[in-house]
């Protein structure tokens, strides 16, 4: 069987003019666009621009940041039912990303419901809006992959819209988007990739092929990671591996970094990115003291010389850059995050070795008590 993947993909675009005269070449002329609202960027200017000279842009969405709401989707699909348009434009970060990726399959007339509806179940697809996924940041990995993650208002829960259809048509990665990204922003979402990347190589589902997307992807994010750069804060290749990370866990399953990320987005709202970052090192420290081999291929890929030193670069990328705050868990009793954490039976299931209440509850006490939070 081969690796799922879009359609279309370009990599290393230069030109916003390009962009639009390959959508046109895909015989695409009417586009909705979802643009991240929080991002400035001079690329993301010229692609507007380009489309808006070049394309029949028949409706500009600026997407207000945070996880994608269920609720703000279905609003959204009512808004633009009666619209003519050929394709969905997706211009930001995973959030941005899953939103438009939900939509182009949701938007169809037999499906334009409640869309908690699709949230973690099988439906069918019999057509869907062509969609078109340009990632703005280096970490989420949406561009490549079957899923839409939605939050759920109502139960308070983040569970994805499923389907094959929901992956992108067509991707393009644009280094320049991300030239003058901020860095609580970039490096959070960061670790991100590299966890998908890690999950994909360790875990149980993993396969021949996405091991070999898991290390193609580690070996650019150690170009970021431990490689001297000139003038360039962020490396060029960095949007590559966070594409190839997200090809590799579409084709695999996410693990318990995953898994005890959730209920810090659920409870804390922190962003999946901060939630991930804080997770990975203490999830790593887990797995190195039940088995050392568990985190040779992690340190190994990003060319860190020992275990603790990948540990301290993720301490301190964290302490510097991510924004989190876990303050507020006194609010709710442990056992809430653990067993919420234990109920992502697919991701904890594909851990390498049997995780269990006990290390779940080790990483979120490790996570909560830490001085630096």
């Not at 208002?153 to 819209?161: L, S, Y």
């Not at 067509?170 to 991300?178: K, N, R, Y």
Request: hydrophobic residues 40%.
């Amino acid at each position: 069987m081969g690796i799922l993947k879009p359609k279309y993909i370009y990599k290393n675009i230069k030109s916003a003019d390009f962009v639009a005269r390959k959508i046109l070449k895909l015989e695409i002329s009417k586009i909705i666009i979802v643009v991240d609202a929080n991002i400035q960027n001079r690329m993301i200017s010229e692609l507007l621009t380009a489309f808006h000279l070049n394309l029949n842009v028949v409706k500009l969405i600026k997407y207000p940041g945070g996880e994608p709401t269920t609720e703000h989707l279905n609003k959204f699909l009512l808004n633009i039912a009666e619209l003519d348009y050929h394709a969905f434009v997706g211009i930001g970060g995973g959030s941005t990303l899953d939103f438009t990726k939900a939509a182009s399959v949701l938007s169809t007339k037999e499906l334009m419901h409640d869309s908690s509806e699709y949230q973690g179940v099988d439906f069918e697809v019999n057509s869907k809006k062509f969609c078109i996924c340009i990632p703005s940041t280096a970490g989420s990995g949406a561009e490549a992959t079957k899923s839409a993650v939605m939050f759920n208002p109502k139960t308070n829960i983040k569970r994805g819209i499923n389907n094959l259809k929901v992956m992108p048509d067509a991707v393009f990665l644009i280094p320049s988007l991300i030239s003058n990204l901020p860095e609580e922003i970039f490096y959070p979402s960061l670790f991100d990739g590299i966890t998908h990347a890690y999950e994909s190589l360790i875990g149980k589902s993993s396969t021949k092929k996405t091991v070999k997307l898991a290390r193609k992807s580690l070996s650019l994010y150690k170009k970021q990671l431990r490689d001297k750069q000139s003038n360039e804060r962020y490396h060029k290749k960095v949007l590559e591996a966070s594409f190839l990370a997200g090809q590799a866990i579409c084709n695999s399953e996410t693990g318990p970094v995953h898994a005890l990320s959730y209920p810090l987005s659920e409870y804390l709202k922190l962003s999946h990115g901060q939630a991930i970052a804080l997770v990975l090192p203490k999830v790593l420290l887990t797995y190195k003291r039940l088995d050392v081999n568990l985190v040779t291929p992690l340190v190994d890929g990003l060319g860190f010389k020992d275990f603790d030193s990948l540990v301290n670069k993720i301490q301190v990328l964290n302490k510097n850059y991510n924004k989190a705050s876990v303050k507020d868990y006194s609010k709710f009793e442990l056992e809430t995050f653990v067993l919420r954490s234990l109920e992502l039976k697919g991701a904890i299931n594909n851990s390498p070795i049997v995780w269990n209440y006990d290390n779940s509850i080790e990483v979120y006490k490790s996570i909560f008590e830490s001085e630096d939070l």
